[in-house]
C-alpha cells in the first residue's frame, strides 16, 4: 500500500514537472512572439523614420534647387505635383509666390516610398545697393523733437496714398557708423541700427524697429566728377529749360518764384548751387534720369522744392563733394551746405565728406547718406522702397525670414 502511494507521488511529481515545463515553454514561445512583434515594430518605426528622412532631404534639395535659380535670376522650376523632379530615389517639387515687396514664399514636398514632407522658406531679395535706408551718417545722426521717419513705395502710388494711422510703411531704417540719437516726440518707423560699439539715444522718442549695433561699418564709395562742356554761370530770371544733355555749370542760382527745368537723362555738374526762397528745380523725367553733382557750395533757402515731374526719386541723384567738416589738424575754407525750413526734395542726396543739418519742417522723399546728419525739429522723412530695386546693381541676394516645417497634404 505504502508502495502505491510512492508511486502515485513520483507520477504527480512528474506530472506538476512537465506542466511547469510546458507553462515555461509557452511563455517563453509568447515572450519570444512579444519579442518579434516588437522588432518588427521597431523595424517598421524605424524603416519609417528613415523615409520621413529622406523625404526631409528631397525637400532639402528642392529649397536649394530652387534658390539657386532665384539667385542666377532665373524662374523656379524645380518640378511640379503632377511631374516631380526624380533624385536620390525619391522625388521632390517646389512651388514659389510672391509674399509681399522683394519676399518670395518657396514650398517644397519630398516624398520617398509614399511617406511625404512638406516644408517652407521665405526669403527676401536684396540687392547690391547703398540706398536701404532713409537716413545714414557715417559719422553721426541726430533728429530733434518731433522728427518722423517712416517708408512708402512710390511704384504702388502717392505716398498719401499709402498712409494709414499717421504713418506709411514701417522700412524707415536710420543707420549710422557711430551714435544716433533722437528727441522727445521722434518717431522712426523702421530699425535705427548704430556702428559697432556704438549706441541709439532715445529721449522720450520711439523706434518701432531694432535698436541694435550693427557688426561692421558701411563703407562710402568716393564721387568721381565727370567733365563736360562748360556753359559758364547760370541765372533763371525767367523760367527756363536745360536740354537733355550733360553740362557743366560755374554757378546756378534760381530766382524767388521761378523754375529750372532739367530735361533727363542728363548729368549736370556744378560749382555752386542757390536755390532763392519759392523757387523749383523740376526734372524732365520721361525720358531718363537726372544726376547733379555739385563740387562746392549748396544754398537752398525756405520753401525750396527739387524733384522730378513723375514724383519717382529714383530719377533723381544729388551728389555733394562739399566738406564743411573742420579737420582740427587741416586748415581749409569749409563749403556751406545750407537747406532751410519747409524745402522738399524728391531723390537721394550722397554727401560723403559734408555735415548736413536740415532746418524744420524739411521734407524728403527718398534717402539721404552723408557723413554726419542732424535734422531740426519737424523734419520728415520718407524712404522710397521702390529704390531698393530701382536703384540696385550687381547680383541680387537673398536673405531668410522663415523656415519651417509644414503639413504635408497628400
Known sequence: MLSARKHLASHSERGSGLAMIIMSVAAMAALAAAMVTVGMSSNREQSAELRKSQ?????????????????????????????????????????????????????ATGLDNNVGVSQQLVVRSVPTNMWTRALFGKDSV??????????????????????????????????????????SGTKVYGNATPGPGHSVSLHEATVSGST???TSQVTFPPINVPTYTSYGAL???????????????TNIKVNENKTLTITGPADIVISNLTMVSNSYIVINDTNGPVTLTIIDNVKLDSNSNIWPISKDPSKLRINMLSDNVADPEVVVALDTVSISSNSTIYGVIYAPEARIFL?????????????????????KFHFDEHLLSAMASGATTYETLAWLEVPYVH
Open 235 to 249: 541765372t533763371v530770371s525767367t523760367n527756363k529749360t536745360i536740354p537733355a544733355e550733360n553740362r557743366t555749370y
Open 55 to 107: 523625404a526631409s532631404y528631397l525637400c532639402q534639395a528642392g529649397l536649394s534647387q530652387a534658390m539657386y535659380q532665384l539667385q542666377s535670376g532665373v524662374t523656379v522650376s524645380a518640378g511640379t505635383q503632377q511631374e516631380p523632379v526624380t533624385w536620390g530615389g525619391g522625388r521632390f517639387w517646389v512651388t514659389a509666390t510672391p509674399g509681399g515687396t522683394d519676399i518670395t514664399v518657396l514650398n
Open 212 to 214: 541694435a549695433a550693427a
Open 142 to 183: 541726430s533728429l530733434d523733437s518731433s522728427v518722423m521717419v517712416d517708408s512708402y513705395n512710390s511704384s504702388l502710388g502717392t505716398y498719401a496714398s499709402q498712409v494709414s494711422g499717421g504713418h506709411a510703411l514701417s522700412n524707415g531704417a536710420v543707420g549710422s557708423n557711430g551714435n544716433i540719437s533722437a528727441g
Open 359 to 379: 532746418d524744420s519742417a524739411f521734407v524728403l522723399y527718398g534717402a539721404i547718406m552723408a557723413r554726419n546728419l542732424s535734422f531740426d525739429s519737424n523734419c
